[in-house]
């Protein structure tokens, strides 16, 4: 439904069509700049911004720095003050001007637009709260990485998590994403595999469970290192035969990965998370590896120790890097670089993104100022999405910690919970996954409520809990709304949306919190873009969550005799379950509608 609001000049950078607010903002500048002349109207709309307790924008004036008093240039806006259809009224408080929209077309332009683009968007799906500000350009994002034979720790969680989020705003706005999964599958570790498989090695476990068996594999075969120097001289040499591409040691590694890769996707698909392409270390060429050397040893920038080749960044406070062992075999570093080439040859991104720890920091910072020394113009196009480490994670009993140890506990706690509540418990269709998707919500909000940088505490009570700002009480705020459909039957099909009569929304405060608050999603998408940051999303979808939660007694729809407004106030609920649903997703949670 076409809006019903007078037209307005345009701004850059603005999409009314996908951001209704920008609509209000629009007019609330226009306003400022006719008052205050030589001001532009694309400069008075920088800055109106959304205000704080209860108002809805506002501008400070010094900001504008215009001649004149605050108070005379405020005289100016307000005296020609009439009410419209986009600002009820504007206050004058110091420096600032705050300006209270329009509830009733506030609330209905807001309302429109979540409907016509969750159920009528031109690409077919869901779009509210998309927009289109990466369109025609490439990014490759490079998350969760695991060692193969290693346990899927608890640091893999946060950069899959992380990952998986960027993953999905990158696509919400309008970018070409590649997600890979950059797997540890190649290095000293499978010389120790391979030398312990032939002493602890099982065929009928690596079948079971391949990333298991082969970590214990390891565990034991590295306690047999402690005491037999020759254990670790034996695995240098079976790993020198995999990279000099001898068959026969590369026959069992083909099998491990490739059962490994299986295991991999079945666990991430219970996270809600796919890869478009799996690749790894052992599928860096050996071409750009030697490249790399030969042209840093030009540049004078490389030094010899003990055999071994290191890239001196002393220069740039990055101290030295290995970028070859003594006996020639290749490192980490050298397969990076290499790596980033090919990408570029094969993608030709316009952005990488790395999603490791802040642990790695100068690892990457060497690995970017390596390529950018090599003289490759698209060196500054790769970024690091780093973040802090998680404390304490363990599962109840203090084990150490495999990833489906932790979904396994997470799961069954839920499922304690939810058995206590009888009627509800046996109206679930499936309670074994619900339960499962309620823990792995607890997970993933825990993780990304605050900035990513900040190390994190996992604390099981406070992330299984449905008090306070938890994973379940979000997807508990999701399935109340759910449910209004199915208690209102009476009330089904609503009538089209130019039919809903809004009005009596207008005079309700939680209506209109409401409101701006589901407007604002587009804004808190675009947020995220900048800072690269799920916090603002979660942050979000909690404040929806209790705006709603304080409108239930008060917007009642059960039982209202009021036809029209049972109707309005049900919609507003639709609208607010689809937008909290359409966050939950770009968080890479899947939104319940039972449990």
């Not at 020639?328 to 990488?352: H, K, P, V």
């Amino acid at each position: 439904m076409a809006s019903s609001l007078p037209s307005l000049p345009h701004v850059h950078g603005t999409d009314p069509s996908s951001c209704v607010l920008d609509t209000f903002r629009i007019a609330i500048a226009k306003r400022v700049s006719d008052a205050l002349p030589p001001l532009t109207l694309d400069q008075a709309y920088a800055g109106v911004d959304y205000g704080k307790k209860g108002v809805d924008f506002t501008v400070a004036l010094p900001r504008f720095r215009l001649p004149g008093k605050p108070d005379e240039l405020a005289a100016k806006v307000v005296s020609s003050f009439q009410p419209d259809d986009f600002v009820a009224s504007i206050t004058h408080d110091k420096q600032f001007l705050h300006f209270q929209l329009n509830n009733a077309n506030l609330i209905r332009e807001v309302l429109n637009q979540i409907h016509t683009l969750t159920y009528h968007s031109p690409t077919g799906k869901p779009s509210y709260g998309t927009n289109t500000s990466g369109a025609g350009k490439k990014v490759v994002i490079e998350f969760s990485s695991p060692n193969i034979a290693k346990s899927f720790h608890v640091g893999h969680l946060r950069s899959t998590i992380i990952g998986a989020f960027l993953v999905n705003l990158y696509k919400a706005c309008g970018w070409d994403v590649t997600s890979l999964n950059y797997l540890g599958d190649w290095g000293t570790q499978f010389g120790m595999i391979a030398v312990g498989f032939e002493k602890y090695g099982s065929r009928e476990e690596l079948q079971k469970d391949a990333i298991k068996h082969l970590y214990d594999v390891y565990v034991k075969v590295s306690r047999d290192a402690e005491s037999d120097p020759n254990v670790k001289v034996e695995a240098a040499q079976f790993f020198k035969r995999m990279e000099d591409g001898d068959e026969s040691a590369l026959v069992n590694w083909r099998v491990w990965r490739e059962l490994s890769i299986k295991k991999y996707i079945e666990e991430y698909d219970r996270l809600n998370i796919s890869f478009d392409r799996y690749t790894g270390e052992s599928e860096v060429g050996k071409k750009w590896q030697d490249k790399a050397l030969e042209q840093l040893d030009k540049l004078g920038l490389i030094t010899d120790a003990n055999g071994a080749k290191l890239v001196d960044l002393e220069k740039w406070k990055m101290g030295k890097a290995v970028l070859r062992k003594a006996d020639g075999t290749s490192i980490y570093l050298t397969r990076d670089i290499a790596g980033a080439i090919e990408r570029y040859e094969r993608y030709q991104f316009d952005r990488m993104i790395y999603v490791v720890a802040s642990q790695q920091d100068l690892h990457l910072s060497q690995f970017f100022k390596i390529l950018h020394l090599m003289g490759f113009p698209w060196a500054n196009r790769l970024e690091h999405v780093n973040y802090g480490l998680v404390l304490g994670m363990s599962t109840r009993k203090g084990t150490a910690v495999f990833l489906d140890q932790i979904i396994k506990e997470a799961s069954s706690v839920m499922h304690e919970q939810m058995k206590r509540n009888e009627d509800k418990y046996n109206a679930i269709e499936d309670p074994e996954t619900v339960s499962q998707e309620v823990g792995i919500t607890g997970i993933k909000i825990q993780d990304m409520a605050a900035k990513r940088i900040n190390n994190y505490t996992f604390n099981w009570d406070r992330m299984l809990s449905f008090e306070g700002d938890t994973g379940p009480y979000l997807q508990y705020a999701h399935v109340r709304l759910t449910s209004m459909e199915r208690k209102n039957p009476e009330l089904l099909p609503l009538p089209p949306p130019s039919q809903i009569d809004t009005s009596s929304l207008a005079e309700s405060t939680h209506a209109r919190d409401i409101a701006i608050l589901l407007g604002s999603y587009p804004d808190v998408v675009k947020t995220a873009m900048k800072t690269q940051e799920p916090s603002g999303v979660v942050t979000f979808a909690f404040r929806l969550s209790h705006a709603i939660s304080s409108a239930w007694e008060t917007l009642v729809v059960k039982g209202e005799k009021d036809l029209d407004k049972a109707r309005a106030r049900l919609w507003l609920y639709i609208c607010a379950r689809d937008v909290l649903g359409a966050a939950m997703r770009l968080l890479s949670i899947r939104p319940l509608e039972r449990m």
